[in-house]
C-alpha cells in the first residue's frame, strides 16, 4: 500500500469517524459542551428555606488558581450563586465597601443634607466568610497528531477542515471554606469538580454565545470554557456546603456556634441574685471583669454569666461591650 493511499484513507477515516460534522460546521456552530454544563448548573443553584446569617466572601490567597487561565477573581462570581441561592445576606468588603467608604468621607468632610441616613454604628458585621480558591484547572487544546499529518498531506479546504480538528480537555477544582466570624471555628469546607472532553473545530471550539449569568458576572466566567467548567465546579461545591448545613431542609435553622458578644464592667460592680438593688449579692466584680449576657433583660438590670459560671444580674449603665 503506497504512503499516499495510507494518509488519504487516515484523513477520511479522521472524518468519518466525527459524527454530524459537516463542511459548513464553524467553531461558532451552537453551544459548546461546557456552555450546554454551566447552564445546566446555573439553573441548578440551590435555594435555600431559610438565611444562615450575613455572610462577606473573600478570594483565595492564591491567584494563580484563577489569573493563569485569564479569569476574574472569584469572589464576583460567587456574589451572583449566593445571592440567587437566599441562604446568606451578602454584605460587600470590595468595591461596594470602598464606594461606600468614599461617601462617608464626602459627607464628613463638607456634610450631608438634613436626613441623610447615614452615620456612626450602621455597618452591618459578617457573621461568616466565605473564601473562594481555585485549586487547580487544566486547559488543554492540541490537534491530533492524526489531523494534523492528513490535514497538511491533503491540503486545500478538506485538508483546513481535518487539520483544525481540535481536542479540548478542560478541568477544574475548587474549595469553599465557611469560617464563624465571631469564633473563628471553621463551620464547612466544601470541594467542587467539573470537566468537560470535546472534539471540535479550531478557532475556540464554539465558547462563544450569551452569559449564562445575565452577563452580571464578566471576567469570563460568562463566555469561555474553561470560566464555564471553573463556574460549574463553584456551584457543585457551593450546593454541597449549603447542603451540608442543612439550609434547603424545612424545619428550624441548623444552630452555628454564634455566641452572644461580651461586655466587660466599667466600675466595681455587684451581681446580684435578682434584678434589683435589694436582691442579695452573689460576688463582687472589679473594673474591667468579663461577662456574657444571657439575653434575660428587665430594665436597665440584665443578667449575665461571668468566666466562673456564676450567673446573676447587673446593671448595663455599668457595662461596655468589649473590644
Not at 447615614?118 to 452591618?124: A, P, R
Not at 469564633?183 to 465558547?207: H, I, L, Q, R, W
Not at 430594665?299 to 468589649?322: F, H, M, Q, R, Y
Amino acid at each position: 500500500m503506497s504512503r499516499f493511499f495510507r494518509l488519504t484513507t487516515v484523513g477520511a477515516l479522521a472524518l468519518l469517524s466525527l459524527p454530524d460534522l459537516g463542511f459548513a460546521q464553524t467553531a461558532s456552530a451552537g453551544p459548546s459542551n461546557a456552555q450546554r454544563m454551566q447552564q445546566s448548573g446555573v439553573n441548578d443553584v440551590p435555594h435555600c428555606k431559610r438565611k444562615l446569617g450575613t455572610l462577606s466572601i473573600t478570594n483565595g490567597d492564591n491567584p494563580n488558581g484563577w489569573t493563569q487561565y485569564n479569569l476574574a477573581p472569584p469572589e464576583k462570581l460567587l456574589r451572583v450563586i449566593v445571592q440567587r441561592s437566599g441562604c446568606f445576606n451578602l454584605v460587600d468588603r470590595a468595591a461596594g465597601l470602598n464606594a461606600a467608604t468614599t461617601e462617608r468621607n464626602i459627607g464628613g468632610s463638607l456634610g450631608l443634607q438634613r436626613g441623610s441616613n447615614v452615620g456612626q454604628g450602621q455597618i452591618k458585621a459578617a457573621d461568616y466568610v466565605l473564601v473562594a480558591e481555585v485549586q487547580a484547572s487544566n486547559s488543554n487544546s492540541g490537534g491530533s497528531a492524526v489531523a494534523g499529518v492528513a490535514g497538511a498531506f491533503l491540503g486545500g479546504a478538506l485538508g483546513g477542515v481535518v487539520g483544525g480538528i481540535r481536542t479540548h480537555k478542560l478541568e477544574a477544582n475548587t474549595v469553599l471554606s465557611l469560617t464563624n466570624v465571631r469564633t473563628t471555628e471553621t463551620v464547612a469546607v466544601e470541594d467542587g469538580y467539573a470537566s468537560k472532553n470535546d472534539v471540535s473545530f479550531g478557532g475556540g471550539g464554539g465558547a462563544g454565545g450569551g452569559g449564562l449569568f445575565g452577563g452580571v458576572v464578566g471576567g469570563g466566567y460568562d463566555n469561555t470554557d474553561i470560566g464555564r467548567i471553573v463556574s460549574l465546579s463553584f456551584i457543585q461545591a457551593y450546593t454541597k456546603m449549603v447542603t451540608g448545613l442543612g439550609l434547603l431542609a424545612d424545619g428550624p435553622a441548623p444552630a452555628q456556634a454564634a455566641p452572644s458578644k461580651t461586655f466587660v464592667t466599667t466600675a466595681p460592680t455587684n451581681m446580684r441574685k435578682g434584678p434589683t438593688a435589694q436582691s442579695p449579692i452573689l460576688r463582687n466584680l472589679p473594673p474591667g471583669s468579663i461577662v456574657y449576657p444571657t439575653g434575660n433583660k428587665n430594665g436597665l438590670w440584665w443578667e449575665v454569666a461571668d468566666e466562673n459560671d456564676n450567673t446573676g444580674w447587673v446593671l448595663n449603665t455599668k457595662l461596655e461591650p468589649s473590644r
